[in-house]
């Protein structure tokens, strides 16, 4: 299965906000509500920040919301802060029982 | 709360195998799936294998498939990578992580690290 594509990186100043997409295709993205997006840090695990297309897990801000259009996922960085400053990837399942990852987008703030 | 631990990285010549853990706790491990996730130095995750809650299934990426087996132990809340005639392009950061129930990987641990060179 290929990689779901995303930007390579997005910038933004503090307060701003920043959108990254993730195009996948009718076999997975298209077709599941179970994409998913995740924040990492260097160094550290990914972090999920959204299941299900668009819902956020218990404590991560209101400021990170997503959604889905046809085979295009988003995600939506409101009123950035310094600490967004990280690597997001997109995720989903891709029919047959596979899964499959994006490209990976480094957010700058 | 959830706490995924792995262990038993290192390196490996290729051909060689290696077998990772994975030590759960802190949720209901005979209850859901579990994943394995890699990322070579600098690049991006990409998905290994998923077992079943009941170990009845197991799925594997194309990259993987032949070469690695997953396997868990509900009696010891672990999950096991075996893989064998590693290759170079195998070299990553192995992640652990839980499945939500929904196809989502939404706890992971710190990964261990795998480096295969001759």
């Known amino acids: 299965q290929s990689a779901l594509t995303q930007p390579p990186s997005a910038s933004g100043s503090p307060g701003q906000s920043v959108t990254i997409s993730c195009t996948g295709s009718?076999?997975?993205?298209?077709?599941?509500?179970?994409v998913s997006w995740f924040q990492q840090h260097p160094g550290k695990a990914p972090k999920l920040i959204i299941s299900?297309?668009?819902e956020g897990p218990s404590g991560v801000p209101d400021r990170f919301s997503a959604s889905k259009s046809g085979n295009t996922a988003s995600l939506t960085v409101s009123g950035l802060q310094p600490e967004d400053e990280a690597l997001y990837f997109c995720?989903?399942?891709?029919?047959?029982?596979?899964?499959?990852f994006g490209t990976g987008t480094r957010v700058i703030v | 709360q959830v706490q995924l631990v792995e262990s038993g990285g290192g390196v490996v010549q290729p051909g060689e195998s290696l077998r990772l853990s994975c030590a759960a706790s802190?949720?209901?491990?005979?209850?859901?799936?579990m994943h394995w996730v890699r990322q070579a130095p600098g690049k991006g995750l990409e998905w290994v294998a998923v077992?079943?809650?009941?170990?009845?299934?197991?799925y594997y990426a194309e990259s993987v498939e032949g070469r690695f087996s997953i396997s868990r132990d509900n009696s010891k809340n672990m999950v096991y990578l075996q893989m064998s005639d590693l290759r170079v392009d195998d070299s990553a950061i192995y992640y652990c992580?839980?499945?939500?129930?929904?196809?989502?990987?939404?706890?992971w641990g710190q990964g261990a690290l795998v480096t295969v060179s001759s």
């Open positions: 802190g949720f209901s491990f005979n209850a859901l799936g």
């Open positions: 299900d297309v668009t």
């Open positions: 995720s989903s399942y891709a029919g047959t029982n596979k899964y499959v």
């Open positions: 992580a839980r499945d939500s129930g929904r196809w989502c990987p939404d706890y």
């Open positions: 009718r076999n997975d993205v298209g077709t599941y509500n179970y």
């Open positions: 077992i079943w809650y009941d170990g009845s299934k197991r």
